[in-house]
């Protein structure tokens, strides 16, 4: 895992499936050795790929350590918690959220709405100010985005704050007159993992000490063992104005601004989700006469806006139409009250920069003819734009390979096609003879070896495997099923012994025939056992001379040491002086 980024990559769980990459809009991923990583210079933290990976491989930093610190260490606390959080502490957890973060150790606690209403009002006077179109800009993946990709759009940015960054510069008011700031810290918690590189823009220092999400939190709370079931309800040490409740909804900063949206209203835009937004500032770009008729465009990046926020993975049941729900049922329960707080709009202006993104500047023709050339793309025809490898087309895909962001391996079909080819080489160089049949037992196909074991050609190519062979086994497997088929077999006819092995592919219907050729085996297996009896017979014979030779030696010995015992008695009776030896030659046999 990479500590410094806000999007991290688990190495050991991605698995090279090209998912997310297909799932960001902007192709921020870059694929390096079978690893999808995400390169942070074209990121704009939609935290899109971390809600797609089926393998929890992207995740969202976590900066709890950070925050929790801050309360070990003596400060201060204050909570600014986004407004989405009545969609996913709904019910009877709305309070009791409160008072968990209180046993979590924060002093002071109220709602992003308070800055959302600022930010909200400022937007709406702006509208009437500019008449050119005004592109709301509290959303800080949008901002990212524009920034970015869309730097023509830049000036008709809003440059209003976001509710994050607002509501930060009214809690710092507020304290600012019982502590000095470097006494107290300020946490941001909501469902985004944008707001983490806001909070850190240079222009934005001081005001937010830490941004979590909603998923840090909760799983805070669990190492914590706090249990919302166990805490008592609380209130917040503020009440917000209950029109910005509605902000995390699409819309909602037009709602809170009390600028009224209907469908047919072509002035003001409410929408989400990288395509519409795409497609807004396409109207805008294209002088059709409509950019001129939309004053307002909200942009938020989530589908839906913040509820579906890739830092509050959509659990629940009810989903996004119940988050919606929860949240204006919330803004229904809370009276009527509007900002009470003095603005100043120079307080609360935001600027914009420029950001470089590093690309080979040109690239040519040429050269994606040539990366298209490399994957077997020769015509256009070979280009099939099937979107595989993550990217809308084969040129795409070629642009991002010269740009160093994607690999010519990732090319699905080409890959396919590598590997077939492969495939059809090893079984056309086998030297076992390799046959495949049709459910009805007719020839697909063949390999060199086996037209040579069987002495035939491409001509028997249609017909039934019992022009060749006897199909008994094949009939067998075909009837009976089971998984394959071992045996060897005589075919006299081709002077031929094989080991068999068939087996059936059930998706394809078809049946594989595998002959190992074993004849030159067999025959050496055969002048071995002649051998054997040979050298068997020829070992009995030695052993019964030998057995002779033995039991001859053992007479000849036997007699030999009788003749010795003779030859002592004799020798005894010499040395008596009354006995003379019978016979003096004592060697003598
Ligand atoms: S956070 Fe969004 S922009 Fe960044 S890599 Fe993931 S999907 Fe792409
Ligand atoms: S829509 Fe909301 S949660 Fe999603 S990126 Fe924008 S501000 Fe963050």
């Keep these: 895992m990479e500590s410094d980024k806000i999007i991290l990559t688990s190495k050991a769980r991605c698995r090279d499936c090209y998912r997310c990459l297909r799932a960001c809009p902007v192709k921020a991923i870059k694929m390096k050795g ?21 393998q929890k491989a992207k995740s969202i930093r976590s900066d709890t350590e950070r925050a929790a610190g801050y309360i070990k260490d003596g400060f201060y606390t204050a909570v600014s918690l986004a407004p989405s959080f009545a969609a996913i502490y709904s019910d009877w957890r709305l309070k009791r959220i409160v008072s968990a973060l209180r046993r979590l150790g924060f002093n002071y606690i109220a709602e992003t709405a308070i800055g959302a209403q600022i930010t909200a009002e400022l ?71 944008a707001k983490k590189k806001e909070a850190e823009r240079e222009e934005f220092a001081g005001f937010i000490d830490a941004a979590i999400t909603f998923d840090e939190l909760d799983e805070w709370l669990e190492r914590e063992n706090i249990n919302l079931n166990e805490c008592e309800e609380s209130d917040f040490d503020e009440i917000s104005p209950n029109r910005a409740r509605l902000f995390p909804l699409e819309g909602g900063l037009i709602k809170t601004a009390a600028l009224e949206t209907d469908m047919l209203d072509s002035e003001i835009l409410a929408i989400s989700g990288f395509d519409e937004i795409e497609n807004a500032l396409e109207v805008l770009n294209s002088n059709s006469g409509l ?42 329960s809370g009276a009527a009250r509007k ?44 280009e099939l734009n099937c979107g595989a490898c993550g990217y809308n087309s084969c040129r795409d895909k070629a642009v991002a390979v010269i740009r160093g962001m994607a690999e010519l391996e990732m090319c699905m079909p080409y890959m396919r096609k590598m590997a077939e080819r492969r495939t059809d080489r090893i ?96 025959i050496n297996q055969k002048r071995l056992d002649e051998i054997k009896s040979k050298t068997v017979c020829q070992a009995s014979e030695l052993l019964e001379h030998q057995i002779n030779m033995a039991q001859q030696m053992a007479k000849f010995l036997g007699e030999y040491t009788a003749r010795g015992e003779e030859l002592v008695k004799n020798l005894m009776k010499v040395s008596e002086p009354d006995n003379p030896p019978a016979d003096r030659n004592i060697y003598k046999k």
């Design 427 to 522: 079984i056309e160089t086998s030297p076992n003879g390799i046959i495949i049949l049709d459910e009805k037992l007719h020839i697909i196909s063949m390999n060199g070896a086996f037209k040579k074991m069987f002495m035939c050609s491409e001509v028997v190519i249609g017909k039934r495997i019992s022009y060749i062979i006897d199909p008994a086994n094949f009939e067998k497997l075909s009837t009976r099923g089971g998984a394959k088929i071992e045996t060897i077999e005589k075919y006299p006819s081709y002077n031929l012994i094989c080991h068999e092995i068939l087996y059936a592919l059930s998706d394809e219907k078809q049946y594989v025939g595998i002959f190992v050729d074993i004849t030159n085996l067999e």
């Design 291 to 332: 950019d001129s008729k939309i004053k307002i465009i909200e942009p938020l990046f989530c589908v839906k806006g913040c509820i579906n926020g890739p830092g509050a993975v959509l659990t629940e049941k009810s989903g996004i139409f119940g988050r919606k729900n929860s949240i204006i049922e919330y803004y229904g």
């Design 123 to 193: 937007t709406a006077a702006l509208c009437g100010e500019r008449n050119k179109t005004l592109i709301a800009s509290a959303c800080p993946a949008v901002v990212n985005y524009i920034e970015k990709y869309r730097q023509e759009m830049i000036p008709a940015l809003a440059g209003v704050v976001s509710p994050m960054i607002a509501h930060a510069k009214a809690i710092i008011a507020k304290l600012s007159k019982e502590k000095k700031r470097e006494e107290y810290k300020i946490i941001f918690i909501g469902p985004c993992a």
């Design 34 to 54: 079978g690893q999808a990583y995400v390169e942070e210079s074209r990121c704009v933290l939609c935290g899109t790929c971390v809600r797609e990976c089926p």
């Design 339 to 382: 900002n009470k707080i003095k603005v100043s709009p120079a307080d609360f202006k935001a600027s914009y920069r420029h950001f470089k993104i590093e690309d080979p500047l040109d690239i040519s023709e040429e050269d994606i003819k040539s990366v298209l050339e490399k994957t077997g793309k020769l015509n256009i025809e070979d």
